[in-house]
């Protein structure tokens, strides 16, 4: 969505609230991805209504990014953020995955430390899991064992509680108040 131009999804939103009126309390999110963000586009984004941001950033290490196929990189992903903080962003989540190919549990955890940092008030947090008729399904990278995996959830489960964000749903964490809608 985020390679919209910030007036299509104005014209979008004007649309669908001729059809339907927006609760004053109403969240729009836009998903975008760290790749192709733009500051101008962030603030068209956001003074046309969009009042939540989701980054797609799934990991700030290049070397997982790689093996996924992103189009970013680490230093992208952390300007994305700040670009979206800068366009008045206040709901910002950033995505982010675990059990990457050669994920470490310390892998991991920088992750979410990155995005802890940055002072976001939603992180998505889930595990790589292989889809069909995907390039991993056909080629299944070498992925954390079965132990690793739990030792990875539970030290991110820690860290994510310990920094004030709560689990409220699978693999959505918010601090308070920031729960999507």
Not at 21 to 32: G, H, K, R, S, V
Not at 100 to 106: C, F, G, H
Not at 143 to 168: C, K, R, S, T
């Amino acid at each position: 969505p985020s390679l919209f131009f910030s007036q299509s999804i104005k014209n979008i939103l004007a649309g669908v609230q001729e059809k339907i009126p927006f609760a004053a309390d109403i969240e729009i999110t836009l998903e975008a991805n760290p790749g192709t963000a733009e500051a101008e586009k962030f603030q068209g984004f956001h003074a046309a209504g969009v009042n939540r941001l989701s980054i797609g950033v799934q990991s700030f290490q290049s070397q997982h990014l790689q093996a996924l196929g992103r189009i970013h990189d680490g230093e992208q992903a952390v300007r994305a953020v700040a670009m979206a903080q800068a366009a008045g962003f206040e709901r910002i989540n950033i995505d982010l995955m675990h059990g990457l190919p050669a994920q470490t549990v310390e892998d991991a955890l920088a992750d979410l430390q990155q995005a802890i940092d940055l002072g976001v008030s939603h992180i998505s947090w889930y595990q790589l899991t292989i889809e069909p008729n995907t390039v991993f399904y056909r080629q299944p990278p070498p992925l954390p064992a079965e132990e690793a995996l739990w030792d990875i959830q539970q030290a991110g489960l820690a860290l994510l509680q310990q920094n004030g964000f709560a689990q409220y749903e699978v693999s959505a964490f918010s601090r308070a108040g920031h729960q999507c809608k």
